[in-house]
């Protein structure tokens, strides 16, 4: 069964850190990874996925297959960074798996 | 359209009562999917829609819930005899296609925050 876990509810840096939230799944196939962000009172939208292989507002993810992990990473945490962050999977032709979301609280 | 929307934006009810929640997706997505936010709990999904076929209902967590979506494009999920922990935030998010690849990027509503007393 597909399943992604994010280990940290809630995970707090100071501004000017370095920020990397957790993400592993489980899927035995060929799957596509995508992160979502929800800012406070937003809707809940794209941040990245594994197959553009981009950078955006300075968050990159790798997807390590051999760990089964995409792990979120910013070398320099904002303020504005504070959200509610999503890893999710989705194989091919089903459906999307979220995983329970980690809070980011950057600091000042 | 601007995006998905959803309505009502909230929605009070009694246990038993059954309610329905509406969706109304981006023209032309051809994808729409439904998604279940308890505190605490992230996004569950419920149901999703793509094109003509059958949908994929794998998510519905009891057959009090269903859902239609009617020629291809505004949805309705209806909850029946409504409990207390039906209480959520309910979701929509529709996208260009469901195939794999930049098409199926989702587009999320502002969802409607049902609350069963």
């Known amino acids: 069964a597909q399943r992604v876990t994010q280990p940290e509810k809630l995970l707090s840096v100071f501004k000017g850190a370095p920020v990397e939230l957790k993400c592993n799944y489980s899927?035995?196939?060929?799957?596509?990874l995508f992160w979502y962000v929800q800012y406070s009172r937003q809707r809940l939208q794209l941040l990245l996925r594994?197959?553009s292989r981009e950078s955006i507002k300075g968050f990159t993810a790798d997807l390590n297959k051999g760990e089964t992990s995409f792990h979120l990473k910013k070398p320099f945490a904002q303020e504005e960074d504070s959200a509610m962050y999503y890893c999710?999977?989705?194989?091919?032709?089903?459906?999307?798996?979220f995983g329970p979301g980690t809070r980011l609280s950057v600091l000042p | 359209g601007a995006g998905v929307s959803q309505s009502p934006s909230n929605k009070v009810t009694e246990k038993g009562k059954d309610v329905e929640l509406r969706c109304d997706p981006i023209?032309?997505?051809?994808?729409l999917y439904w998604y279940r936010q308890s505190l605490g709990q992230g996004l569950e999904f419920l149901i999703y829609?793509?094109?003509?076929?059958?949908?994929?209902k794998s998510g519905l967590p009891s057959d009090r819930f269903s859902a239609e979506r009617t020629g291809g494009s505004v949805s309705t999920l209806t909850i029946q005899r409504t409990q207390q922990e039906d209480s959520a935030v309910y979701l929509c998010?529709?996208?260009?296609?469901?195939?794999?690849?930049?098409?199926?990027?989702?587009?999320f509503g502002p969802g409607t925050r049902l609350t069963v007393l």
């Open positions: 594994h197959i």
């Open positions: 999710a999977l989705r194989s091919y032709g089903q459906n999307f798996v």
């Open positions: 829609f793509q094109g003509n076929s059958a949908p994929d």
């Open positions: 023209s032309g997505h051809t994808a």
């Open positions: 998010a529709s996208s260009l296609a469901a195939g794999r690849g930049f098409y199926n990027e989702q587009f």
């Open positions: 899927y035995s196939g060929s799957p596509e």
